[in-house]
């Protein structure tokens, strides 16, 4: 394993795009300026209780109309369903995320053949439970990475952040749920990860475990991490 970062860019708060070929993708810092979303999610926004969750919302919202925009597509709303799953028009495939202060979307473009998307953004100075660990690691990985059930260190807190990407990348193809444990991360690089999914994420079995690689970009408090899938099977699979 290693500990080589790549670095964000910290001037500006922006994120890179993980899949440029079939993705458009946008990334800004959250302020309580005024965003330029559809009236329908405006009254969305309203619903949160605290005025960084509406802002949060606001901000990434208006990542995916700044890309509704670029993709030529128009200002539909992207409401969302009593799960907060985003409700995406146009049959999209997208994802959003914020933390550390940045709000971040990004959608399949219309000649890709993506079918899942998902990202994620933590902020690795944020204080979270001390017993996550036993909550989201399997026994094998409590084993692997040396973690104490106790404790809450900088793996954990990446290893979250990998496996809520997975969660957003397949659960919307087909609704299949699935827990932290039911993947394990095997690997995490400078700028990828290797990870393995324990159940499968469509209906029906799977004979064994799904090895596969996704994104990870790192500063010294913020971890970006990024999957998606397409039709040729799930991204980069790994070779056995």
Same mark, same amino acid.
């Given at each position: 394993?290693?500990?080589?970062?790549?670095?964000?860019?910290?001037?500006?708060?922006?994120?890179?795009?993980?899949?440029?070929?079939?993705?458009?993708?946008? $990334?800004?810092?959250?302020?309580?300026?005024?965003?330029?979303?559809?009236?329908?999610?405006?009254?969305? $926004?309203?619903?949160?209780?605290?005025?960084?969750?509406?802002?949060?919302?606001?901000?990434?919202?208006?990542?995916?109309?700044?890309?509704?925009?670029?993709?030529?597509?128009?200002?539909?709303?992207?409401?969302?369903?009593?799960?907060?799953?985003?409700?995406?028009?146009?049959?999209?495939?997208?994802?959003? $995320?914020?933390?550390?202060?940045?709000?971040?979307?990004?959608?399949?473009?219309?000649?890709?053949?993506?079918?899942?998307?998902?990202?994620?953004?933590?902020?690795?100075?944020?204080?979270?439970?001390?017993?996550?660990?036993?909550?989201?690691?399997?026994?094998?990985?409590?084993?692997?990475?040396?973690?104490?059930?106790?404790?809450?260190?900088?793996?954990?807190?990446?290893?979250?952040?990998?496996?809520?990407?997975?969660?957003?990348?397949?659960?919307?193809?087909?609704?299949?749920?699935?827990?932290?444990?039911?993947?394990?991360?095997?690997?995490?690089?400078?700028?990828?990860?290797?990870?393995?999914?324990?159940?499968?994420?469509?209906?029906?079995?799977?004979?064994?475990?799904?090895?596969?690689?996704?994104?990870?970009?790192?500063?010294?408090?913020?971890?970006?991490?990024?999957?998606?899938?397409?039709?040729?099977?799930?991204? $980069?699979?790994?070779?056995?």
């Amino acid at each position: 394993m290693t500990n080589q970062k790549t670095r964000l860019n910290e001037d500006n708060g922006l994120l890179p795009n993980p899949f440029p070929e079939e993705c458009v993708f946008f $990334s800004q810092q959250i302020t309580n300026k005024a965003y330029h979303i559809h009236p329908m999610e405006e009254a969305l $926004s309203y619903k949160f209780s605290s005025e960084k969750r509406k802002f949060e919302f606001l901000a990434g919202r208006d990542c995916i109309h700044l890309l509704f925009k670029e993709l030529g597509f128009p200002n539909l709303p992207v409401l969302f369903n009593k799960h907060r799953e985003p409700l995406w028009p146009f049959n999209s495939v997208g994802s959003i $995320s914020h933390g550390a202060a940045i709000a971040a979307a990004i959608l399949g473009k219309p000649d890709s053949r993506v079918l899942g998307l998902g990202i994620d953004i933590e902020d690795l100075s944020r204080d979270i439970r001390t017993d996550i660990t036993r909550h989201v690691l399997t026994p094998w990985e409590i084993r692997h990475w040396k973690e104490d059930k106790g404790q809450t260190s900088e793996i954990t807190r990446k290893i979250f952040s990998i496996k809520e990407t997975i969660y957003k990348c397949f659960y919307p193809i087909n609704h299949c749920s699935m827990g932290f444990k039911d993947a394990e991360i095997l690997e995490i690089g400078p700028n990828d990860f290797f990870a393995r999914l324990l159940k499968s994420p469509f209906k029906g079995y799977i004979t064994r475990p799904l090895e596969f690689k996704g994104k990870i970009y790192q500063s010294d408090h913020t971890v970006f991490t990024a999957l998606k899938y397409d039709s040729k099977g799930i991204a $980069s699979v790994k070779a056995d």
